[in-house]
């Protein structure tokens, strides 16, 4: 059973726009999330993280926002550039780290 | 600079031939893990190793064993490859000890014909 879930495979934005990616998860165990970056024939690299004590983590144009009670977080890109294209997955795991649970992924096209 | 390698990023087997895929970090983390990356089902856990020598299994592990002799080296192995094991292999390794990211190989792209 999908822990984390991402229910939009797809996003178009324009470019200079917000781009907002949305994860939902099940089990409230979970304390960090994460959410990634991943081009074609390459592996995910990290993007930007936030822990359960926090709702809100800030690096550059990325922000990560967390609601706990609904079990939802969302990454918003501001502005959106076309070098963003690529798909991104949301992740989360336990206090431990030993696993680690993916979303499906959703793939962001930001049109120039 | 961290780095996580796998042998090869593109390989083309045959059905029931027996397949190694490795991964060395120089990172000297304690975690390792093996993932599959399908299109519509994200990225997929078949195994993960905590140890040398320890292993578990994730949630896909059938049809794939892992070794794990020293701690930098994830080997994973499909015993008789299968055509329904066309896939992305993406290798990750995690450092225990608070709140971090696991960092990713390249990747394998998988064709089994």
């Known amino acids: 059973d999908q822990q984390v879930k991402q229910n939009s495979p797809s996003l178009s934005v324009q470019e200079g726009r917000i781009s907002i990616l949305n994860c939902d998860y099940t089990n409230s165990m979970f304390d960090y999330f994460l959410w990634y970056k991943k081009y074609p024939a390459e592996g995910p690299t990290f993007l930007i993280s936030i822990s359960s004590i926090k709702d809100k983590n800030e690096d550059g144009r990325f922000t990560v926002f967390l609601n706990k009670s609904a079990k939802h977080l969302s990454l918003h890109i501001v502005p959106s550039q076309p070098g963003d294209s690529a798909v991104y997955f949301c992740?989360?795991?336990?206090?431990?780290?030993?696993?680690?649970?993916f979303g499906t992924g959703t793939s962001l096209t930001v049109i120039p | 600079d961290v780095k996580v390698t796998q042998s090869s990023r593109y390989l083309v087997k045959r059905t029931g031939e027996k397949v190694f895929l490795e991964c060395v970090q120089d990172m000297d983390h304690e975690n390792m893990f093996w993932y599959r990356q399908d299109p519509g089902l994200g990225l997929r856990l078949i195994y993960f190793s905590y140890d040398v020598k320890m292993k578990e299994k994730g949630d896909i592990p059938e049809g794939y064993s892992v070794s794990r002799e020293k701690k930098e080296r994830f080997s994973l192995i499909l015993e008789s490859a299968s055509t329904n094991q066309t896939s992305m292999y993406l290798c990750a390794s995690f450092k225990l000890a608070g709140l971090n990211e696991q960092f990713f190989g390249p990747g394998t792209r998988l064709t089994v014909l």
């Open positions: 992740a989360a795991s336990g206090w431990t780290g030993n696993q680690f649970y």
